[in-house]
């Protein structure tokens, strides 16, 4: 079997949600959430436990955005490392960071723990290429454990052509796509797939939504919509862009069976049950030509994926080749709460490519907000990244 050329884009790896039926949309509803990633089906999950009635809009099929279409990893903090994290933001903000994410993952676990089918929680490898990442790393080893997260430096690794590695034993892994359905089990009679929303209007009598299957009225919308954010909040503070990845048919087993980030997370893989590497980034490659929400394939980020799954590897087939779209924020954390100067219009998006180390908490805290029994954390306040948007 011949591996399929670097140009050609491939439907991901995880398996695709069944289709749902077809249903007339309601017209009204209290809370309307667009779209059917891990954002909306987990909101519109904890609203039902505060008897708030969703209803969710999907224009394509469950988990077609960045939910199915990541590298499935579950990690604490943002896509910096934790003494880098502590340098930006200061130390006391970084481990708020870092917890709140924690939390996340306490989420994840209490629905999935168990389900070894698409979860597992056995810690993740930091893998830094040169000198001055591996004392970054060392670093960040000694920051974590004082603030009481679980890391320890390693001087050696399997992974080739490391300088040893960071392990953080709190991290953990999924299926994406299997991680969305369970969320959605108890709600999908609410997902409506196939419904483009047209507008969005607010006003102090709610919200007003036209979609490509009619109107719908509601308290409070919420665009659960990440890199595609711009396109129905035109000047959003988000920023889409792309992440290249491919997957082999599967291999031997390498020597570490968990995930890893290297190059600053630059590069990361991980590979499954049943042997296939799953293998993304590059992005630095080729940044300036990854702006934008349009899948498409980068022929010369996916050469690069691919002679690295060589070293990881060893020889293989390539049988996926895919681009998800992720969306940036100026300071690199979430946008989760109410837009300003739009009534009854709620953001929870801008997740930087952790989508599933932050979504799930950020849904579940969303939630407790619009039941009037909860306070979003003010370091994910949308306030903060609309100040000097026109």
């Known amino acids: ?217 509601a308290v409070a919308a919420v665009l659960a919509t990440n890199g595609f954010t711009p396109s129905l909040l035109p000047g959003a503070p988000i920023i889409p862009f792309r992440g290249q990845m491919l997957a082999t048919e599967p291999l031997p087993r390498l020597s570490s069976p968990e995930p890893a980030y290297a190059e600053h997370g630059f590069r990361y893989w991980r590979q499954l049950e049943d042997g296939r590497l799953v293998i993304g980034g590059f992005r630095n490659l080729a940044e300036p030509d990854e702006m934008g929400d349009e899948l498409r394939i980068h022929p010369q980020i996916q050469t690069a994926i691919d002679a690295y799954a060589t070293e990881l590897g060893g020889s293989h087939v390539v049988a996926h080749r895919w681009t998800g779209i992720m969306a940036g924020t100026p300071d690199d954390l979430p946008l989760v709460g109410a837009v300003p100067g739009r009534l009854g219009i709620y953001l929870c998006a801008g997740y930087n490519g952790h989508g599933f180390g932050f979504a799930t908490r950020c849904a579940h805290m969303l939630a407790d907000t619009l039941a009037g029994s909860g306070e979003i954390p003010s370091f994910l306040h949308p306030e903060r990244a609309f100040a000097g948007v026109s």
């Open 1 to 217: 079997m011949e591996s399929i050329p670097a140009s050609t884009l491939t439907a991901p790896v995880w398996p695709i949600p069944a289709r749902l039926p077809v249903r007339p949309l309601p017209r009204r509803a209290e809370v309307v959430i667009i779209g059917a990633g891990i954002t909306g089906v987990s909101l519109a999950h904890w609203l039902t436990l505060h008897d708030i009635d969703s209803v969710v809009l999907e224009r394509d099929h469950m988990t077609a955005g960045a939910s199915g279409r990541n590298a499935g990893f579950v990690l604490l903090g943002t896509a910096q490392n934790y003494a880098a994290a502590v340098a930006r933001f200061g130390r006391n903000f970084a481990r708020q960071i870092w917890e709140f994410t924690r939390d996340n993952h306490v989420d994840l676990r209490h629905w999935l723990e168990g389900r070894q089918d698409c979860y597992r929680q056995r810690g993740s490898w930091l893998i830094p290429l040169d000198t001055t990442e591996a004392l970054e790393l060392q670093a960040a080893e000694a920051l974590m454990r004082e603030d009481g997260f679980l890391a320890t430096w390693h001087a050696k690794t399997t992974v080739p052509g490391s300088q040893g590695g960071l392990h953080v034993a709190e991290d953990g892994e999924v299926i994406p796509t299997r991680v969305v359905e369970a969320f959605a089990q108890p709600v999908l009679e609410r997902v409506h797939e196939g419904v483009s929303v047209l507008s969005i209007e607010s006003s102090a009598n709610g919200v007003r939504i036209s979609t490509s299957a009619g109107e719908i009225e």
